[in-house]
T-cell receptor, first 110, second 113 residues
């Protein structure tokens, strides 16, 4: 079952913050985050395993609330290079297939 | 490593023709995935292989689609006959299971007229 992402789109000015949410109705083993720039392939950002850990990648971090089966991606002090579509992918067990959400289109303006 | 290599990058064909998309995964990766991306349906998993064996093909739209992985370094996705609604970008991705961190190929953009 496909995870649900929100919002579907967000427009920011450089330096502003954003949060992208991903939720599932099923118990999850892990949540992955990918970013896809226009005309390119999705690129892996980070993976969060069940346990509620938080991870960071430069000024992009994420959390995973195992009880709520929700993950959030935090983008702080956004840069123009952050523009793209962000996808969360969920796994229900180790080595299971990865199911992607519908994506969140992020546009950062100068 | 050259990454995941897909061919062709672009394919334009007419309805009813056979289309074959090819993928070379990253050496050492043991899982391979075929995804289809459209504006309407997003990223859909079509089929995935583990150690060259198809594990889940429930995403394959219908019998017109078939996928093979004859060895660890090569996979094909075939559509026969093709239809306009098959127009999409088809991505191949590979990973080292059980950690399914996917590396995607550049994609094959298919247009069926």
């Amino acid at each position: 079952q496909q995870p649900v992402q929100s919002p579907q789109a967000v427009i920011l000015r450089e330096g502003e913050d954003a949060v992208i949410n991903c939720s599932s109705s099923k118990a999850l083993y892990s949540v992955h985050w990918y970013r896809q720039k226009h005309g390119e392939a999705p690129v892996f950002l980070m993976i969060l395993l069940k346990g509620g850990e938080q991870k960071g990648h430069e000024k992009i971090s994420a959390s995973f609330n195992e009880k709520k089966q929700q993950s959030s991606l935090y983008l702080t002090a956004s840069q123009l290079s952050y523009s793209g579509t962000y996808f969360c992918g969920t796994e229900r067990g180790a080595g299971n297939m990865l199911t992607f959400g519908g994506g969140t289109r992020l546009m950062v303006k100068p | 490593d050259a990454g995941v290599i897909q061919s062709p990058r672009h394919e334009v064909t007419e309805m009813g023709q056979e289309v074959t998309l090819r993928c070379k995964p990253i050496s050492g990766h043991n899982s391979l995935f075929w995804y289809r991306q459209t504006m309407m349906r997003g990223l859909e998993l079509l089929i995935y292989f583990n150690n060259n064996v198809p594990i889940d093909d429930s995403g394959m739209p219908e019998d017109r689609f078939s996928a093979k992985m004859p060895n660890a370094s090569f996979s094909t996705l075939k559509i026969q006959p093709s239809e306009p609604r098959d127009s999409a970008v088809y991505f191949c991705a590979s990973s080292l299971a059980p950690a399914n961190v996917l590396t995607f190929g550049a994609g094959s953009r298919l247009t069926v007229l």
